[in-house]
């Protein structure tokens, strides 16, 4: 007789690690960096003022970088069976 669905798994703290810094990396670039936009402007990157190339660019690099690496955790994850 089936009693309903199965209990979830206790997930652990290696489990819980980087979901956490994915989310404070997401959250620097998202609201810190656009912050920091004149204190970065003072350094060059490609003839472009950090603060400029940050904001237009670097962080959706940063964050496409986050979104990458978290896929592949996740794909070992699932591949252990640990999903």
């Known amino acids: 007789m089936h009693s309903g669905p199965e209990p979830a798994k206790a997930v652990g703290p290696r489990r819980r690690r980087f979901p956490v810094f994915a989310l404070l990396a997401w959250a620097f670039f998202v609201l810190a960096v656009p912050r920091l936009v004149e204190q970065l402007n003072i350094v060059d990157v490609f003839a472009f003022p ?3 190339f940050m904001t237009a660019q670097g962080s ?5 970088v986050v979104a990458v690496l978290s896929a592949r955790r996740h794909d070992k994850l699932a591949a252990r069976g640990d999903e």
């Open 50 to 52: 950090l603060g400029y």
């Open 60 to 64: 959706l690099l940063a964050l496409i």
